[in-house]
């Protein structure tokens, strides 16, 4: 009956507009008028969904916050960097689908409303004018992984996360990718808000 009710209320998220302020740890902010998505829920879902993931080994794929700060301070890189986030969360998401030992409640599967979240969270990133085809071949083109320097620029800080994507995208089969996409789920929500993320329905 639980699991029932938490599914009516999850479904409830999806379908009606949220007429109240988003708190997001990172940059708390009241939004009015409708928000284009709850990353409250983003987190409460990403949580059930790798809480059982001992931490993975290796390095982190997406950089630290005090470096991804400089990219969401600017739309179009914001925007960019999102698209390959969301792309390389769903993937992994798809692909080890069935695979999780989170258990379902009722008739609510944590794991695919994740993938579905990704879709909608992908609609709530802002579209580039001029496209990210300049930036990610700028990225692209350098072979190894740049390291960042202490005074970086938001262009250089978002190379070096498209790299690191990029990596992570061309292995998607890897066990040891899956388990740190997956590990790092836990705070996809915080990198959400920016310039590059609508913050409400009709922006």
Known sequence: ???????????LTFAVPIHECVAVRQDPKCVTG?????????????????????????????????????????????????????????????RTEGKSSTPNEGD????????????????????????????YE????????????KKSEATEAAIEQLQKLKYASERLDDVKIQERVMDELKSLH?????KGFRKKLND
Do not use: W
């Open 1 to 11: 009956m639980a699991g029932a009710l938490q599914y009516v209320c999850l479904l």
């Open 138 to 149: 700028k990225a692209y083109n350098q072979s190894d992984i740049t390291p960042l320097p």
């Open 34 to 94: 409708e928000p284009c998505f709850d990353l409250g829920t983003v987190e409460m879902m990403a949580r059930r969904v790798s809480k059982d993931l001992i931490d993975a080994d290796g390095e982190n794929i997406l950089i630290k916050h005090n470096s991804f700060d400089k990219i969401r301070k600017k739309k179009d890189l914001h925007s960019c960097v999102l698209q390959k986030i969301l792309y390389l969360f769903e993937h992994v998401l798809i």
């Open 190 to 194: 915080l990198y959400m808000p920016g």
């Open 108 to 135: 609510l599967d944590h794991h695919l409303e994740l993938i579905h979240i990704m879709d909608r969270l992908r609609n709530c990133v802002y579209k580039v004018k001029n496209g990210c085809k300049k930036l």
